[in-house]
């Protein structure tokens, strides 16, 4: 009786298959990263219904289901809410590139808002780290008009 | 079946390209559309159905984008990736399961923001077929071929439809590109892949949709009367083109047969009053009159000399513009079966069909109308 | 209005870490050949079908009308449904509210997932807003991390805590033959192992999975004339609420919260730890497991560490949880929420072999994926009245 051969078995590689995309940011989202761009600060939205204050800033209160017209300038510090350390790479969606490690992140509450939202830490060592610390932004010299115009968050003592 | 009906319509103007406006934007748009068409608020609204494609879009969970937006703190909430239509199929479903008395569906899309080769590209088989870089185009242009030279439709005959709907949509104020051309115009159009040309061809476009779904106490709170289901069904062809004939439909034969003994039609052409169907491509229209029942296997090419589809014809196509006017890819089925509504309603303004008592919307997804959804609306 | 809706046949495939014998369509084709097995049904009995999957992971567009070979939908209706993690119970919603309708009597609904096709971690990334969150986002582990460093602070929970439900679920697996991994652990050899992303550890998270589940819906008006044991669905209820991850409390997390409450509501159910024998709940890392038992109110808030610790949760105990192994011994994400719903109607069939829970009768099964979103279903062994 003859040895059933082990089958070969082959991958297709769909090779570097690009998607670009040009998303369009919006009102709200195109006023934060010009105040971020020119003058290095932060924007939120008030909703005339429920008072709070939400960053980042967008259209819609999805509790009250209203429109947001107000802005409300932030002084740009925050508390840690929430941090990790990832320490495996992946491949980053946005660029292509292994995407580099360790990475600390964090949700951060800005002084002044309801919510909070993600943004990485300049410390990478977790045991450095604890929920409640204070954080401002450093900001890059030359800034375009995006989301790491802010370089990352930094500890300070408050 | 129970009744369901839908109570509430919104949509965007369909644009090339809506700068200023991301997908949440145009979703808040037609939900509060929709709801003021209802005269309802977002609280009688007990789930919401969205539609989105993640591809299009560009981020995995695509649905994640409109949450906010479309009001469904908590809500039950799920989302069909495909065609708006087969969207509102499930948001209908949910109502005729009982567990809810109002659903809300709504589906965007803005084709501006990326590749659209690219993106459908993507849709063929990733181990045979796609290196071969078929795309929407080159692949309708297949289809095209096979159904003319078996049938021995004519590229001036396709022309007819693309004369007729960009005309047509001169009446809808929604539509992206009413224009008054002729048959030649198309014949001199850019050729994007032979058989088709651009006038052949619908157009890349940003906009989203909203339907409000309501059971019959439910739709008693609304503004307008309802406009009642009368008939659904939907179905799939095979997947890999050369499995196809692809000179015939027999998932839309079969989608039809379903929503018409449903709603009790045996002869369409007599007893639908209007039909809004998904010409993507004007040789589409002629093949979905067949698979519709409108005539014989074939007969399309005729049914479009003869004038028998126009506004003054026995069953008017797309007295809306279709696809061919504005085709935001996945919006397009949902706005069809809105279109179907006004007409029902008689609020269809300038593109109106009097008398109208019943209509019949048309949806497709996947390559080559693959998947195809019929609904017949009516009182 | 409404028809009756019961679960009449299951299948799972065998779960890898890659399944290189099979491409997308055939993966999908076990699963439904096994079900359809299960249920003693052919394709040529089933009405309509329900996919579901995360587009991203395998790179494919329109993936219900690119199954047909797999999923049997030639000259059938299919829809694609699809919302991240929870695309699995997604997934069993629809085929649930496909045959309430009244419109079809047997549906067949599969969900899959052949994440070694792709770099799970960034197509996950992809899932984001792209403008502002995208940049500083790590994946889903940084997600249940970000929660998990934010409970600890809370209540005082430790590593160790977390580690137990490791354990817990590990062990079970040894009973599944469908689980991709079969590890026997100990608290000490999860604290051990590499710290991935602080807290979670290694052993702390799910791994990435090959793998596909079917599941065969049938009305009130067929279900006991083909199956001998149905499994009724009781109720369902989710909350995808959200649309950026800051926007919503982690702690507790608000859309389980939510979904519990409706869907105790709807049931009568106001002591889950005793009305349930048994849980098959989606919590990708150890840390979910502490913390969203008590969301589901199995035990008041901070009180999870001692609840999982008490042993209640452990097979043998009043109300086990993932018997099967869960998701920290299987992860094909898009499936991994019809799995849930596969395991609880195997354990109420009888069916569940090595890991079955004497007598049960009514489970719980959950969702979860996307903005912190949460699904719940609730199946039976008694028609609801």
Known sequence: MSQKKDQELLFVSSGEAEQPFEWSAGKHISKLLVEMRDHKRLIASKCPQCQKVLFPPRRVCADCFVEMDELVPLKGRGVIRCFTVLNFGFVDPNTGLQKPVPLASAYIQLDGTDTMFLHALEETDFHKIKIGMRVEPVWEEKRQGQALDIRHFKIIDE | ?379 | MGKRTAIVGTGQTKCSSARKDVNGQELINEAVRRALEDADLTLSDIDAIVIGNMDHFEGINYVDTWSVDGSGAYLKPIIKVTTGGTTGTTVAFAGYYHVASGLFDKVLTVAWEKNSESDTTGAIVTAIEPILERPTFGGAINAMALQASMYMAKYGATEEDAARVAVRDRKHALNNPYAHLHLNITVEDVMKSPMISYPIKYLDMCPRTDGACALIFASEDTAEKICPKPVWVLGLANRHNYTLFGDQPLVPMITMVEAAQALYAKIGITEPLKQFDVMELYMPSSYSGVQWIEELQLCPYGGGPELIASGVTDMGGECPINPSGGVLSTNAIGATGSQRVAECTLQIMGKAEQRQVPGAKMALASGFGGCFWSDLMALGARKPG
């Not at chain 2, 708006?84 to 659903?103: E, P, W």
């Not at chain 2, 007969?299 to 003869?306: A, R, S, T, V, Y």
């Open chain 2, 1 to 379: 079946m129970d009744k369901v009906g839908i109570v509430g319509v919104g949509q965007t103007k369909y644009e090339r390209r809506k700068v200023g406006e991301t997908y949440p934007d145009m979703i808040y748009e037609v939900t509060v559309k929709a709801l003021d068409n209802a005269g309802l608020t977002i609280k009688d609204i007990d789930n919401v159905i969205t539609v989105s494609n993640d591809f299009w879009d560009g981020r995995t969970i695509s649905s994640m984008a409109v949450q906010d937006a479309c009001g469904c703190r908590h809500k039950d909430i799920s989302t069909v990736e495909g065609d708006g239509l087969f969207g509102a199929f499930y948001g209908a479903m949910r109502v005729l399961s009982g567990s809810f008395s109002t659903t809300l569906v709504v589906v965007h899309n803005k084709c501006s923001q990326s590749k659209m080769n690219l993106i459908t590209n993507a849709m063929f088989d990733p181990i045979y077929t796609r290196a071969l870089g078929l795309d929407a185009i080159t692949s309708a242009a297949l289809q095209a071929r096979a159904y003319m030279e078996t049938f021995g439709v004519t590229e001036k005959q396709c022309a007819k439809v693309s004369v007729k709907n960009h005309g047509q949509a001169k009446n809808n104020p929604y539509a992206q590109l009413p224009l008054d051309i002729e048959v030649d115009d198309v014949m001199k159009s850019r050729v994007l892949c032979p058989p088709i040309k651009l006038l052949d061809a619908s157009p890349i476009t940003d906009g989203a949709a909203a339907v409000i779904w309501a059971d019959e106490k439910a739709a008693q709170k609304a503004k307008a009367a309802p406009v009642w289901l009368k008939g659904a069904g939907h179905m799939t062809d095979a997947y890999h083109l050369g499995d196809r004939d692809l000179a015939r439909s027999p998932a839309l034969v079969g989608a039809a047969k379903k929503a018409y003994a449903l709603a009790g039609v045996s002869d369409p052409l007599k007893e639908i009053d209007v039909a809004e169907v998904s010409d993507v491509f004007s040789y589409m229209e002629l093949m979905w009159y067949e698979g519709l029942g409108f005539c014989s296997e074939g007969g399309g090419g005729q049914m479009i000399d003869q004038g028998l589809t126009g506004m003054n014809g026995v069953l008017p196509v797309n007295p809306s513009g279709g696809c061919l006017s504005a085709n935001a890819v996945m919006v397009a089925g949902l706005a069809r079966l809105i279109e179907a509504v006004l007409q029902v309603r008689g609020e269809a303004g300038d593109r109106q069909v009097p008398n109208c008592k019943n209509a019949l919307a048309h949806g497709i997804n996947g390559p080559c109308g693959q998947s195809h959804c019929v609904m017949i609306v009516g009182r």
